[in-house]
């Protein structure tokens, strides 16, 4: 079963306006990881924050990561055709193993 | 230089029979991962190979199998299939064990083999 939850499910927005989705887990972690997934294919690895950091940039990505609530967020400004794809977070519990989230689906309407 | 290979592509399967996938790290990758994808969720972990050596397995039955050749490249192996094994099969490669994983050795994907059990 998936340790990770994300929302929201599913995302429309116009091209140009900021995106934000969040990630929710329920034990702790050693890093928090996000990944982009384009129509059913590979993920690809977008930004890592460690759980000492509390804020990653990366571009026009920033996440945050609050350890305290067990939650994480990516914001995608100034969003772009091209963004529209799955997102997905990604737990490193030190098992050896990444558990990934439920995913948003980022719909960018040009 | 070539990212993470995987092969075949697609594939169909009937019930009951086996299937095996395979997949080439990027070059100078050591580690190995397989994740299963089933559609509308995220990746879930199955197997990760170090050095040849298993270092972890998810929560899938003795139907699933894998292993490291000497070139890092890993095969997955299913047996006995079931419609419920239909999914997106990803394999990841990094330099470094998972736990070790850094923004400098992160894991990198392949596409992904799409098998499907009618």
Redesign the interface.
């Known amino acids: 079963s998936?340790q990770?939850e994300e929302d929201p499910q599913a995302l429309s927005i116009q091209e140009g306006e900021n995106a934000t989705m969040n990630c929710s887990y329920k034990t702790s972690i050693?890093?928090l990881?996000w990944?982009r997934q384009n129509s059913?294919?590979?993920?690809?690895?977008l930004i890592?924050i460690r759980s000492n950091e509390r804020e990653k940039h990366s571009g026009r990505l920033r996440v945050t990561l609050d350890t305290s609530k067990k939650s994480s967020s990516l914001l995608i400004t100034a969003s772009r055709a091209a963004d529209t794809a799955s997102y997905?977070c990604?737990m490193?519990f030190?098992?050896?193993?990444?558990?990934?989230?439920?995913?948003t689906r980022l719909t960018i309407i040009p | 230089d070539a990212g993470v290979t995987q092969s075949p592509t697609h594939l169909i399967k009937t019930r009951g029979q086996h299937v095996t996938l395979r997949c080439s790290p990027i070059s100078g990758h050591k580690s190995v991962s397989w994740y299963q994808q089933v559609l509308g969720q995220g990746p879930q972990f199955i197997f990760q190979y170090y050095e040849k050596e298993e270092r972890g397995r998810g929560n899938f039955p003795d139907r699933f199998s894998a292993r490291q050749f000497p070139n890092y490249s890993s095969e997955l192996n299913v047996n006995a299939l079931l419609l419920g094994d239909s999914a997106l099969y990803l394999c990841a490669s990094s330099s470094v064990p998972a736990s070790w994983v850094t923004k400098e050795k992160t894991q990198y994907f392949g596409p992904g083999t799409r098998l499907l059990v009618l």
Do not use: P
């Open positions: 998936q990770g050693n890093n990881q990944y059913g294919r590979g993920l690809v690895h890592l997905f990604a490193d030190g098992n050896e193993k990444l558990t990934f989230g439920t995913g």
